[in-house]
């Protein structure tokens, strides 16, 4: 099975707690297997091994209180 790599850009994250947030959140996304997420680069990669929606990815980084946009 393929995985899909699916990369935001993510603003307003300064430390560590910022990017546990966005990685509790995203987590809870239906399809999301494993999370990288960086608050140095605002970077975030959510893989799966099926189609993610990408508005509720969206939603749960603002759940988080941050903003991203696909990249």
Do not use: F, K, W
């Amino acid at each position: 099975m393929n995985q899909i790599d699916l990369e935001y850009q993510v603003t307003g994250m300064t430390c560590g707690h910022c990017e546990m947030s966005v990685r509790e959140e995203v987590g809870q996304v239906p399809g999301v297997e494993q999370i990288d997420v960086s608050a140095q680069t605002g970077r975030l990669v959510v893989t799966a091994s099926q189609p993610v929606d990408d508005a509720a990815v969206l939603a749960a980084v603002d759940e988080a209180g941050y903003t991203a946009v696909r990249v």
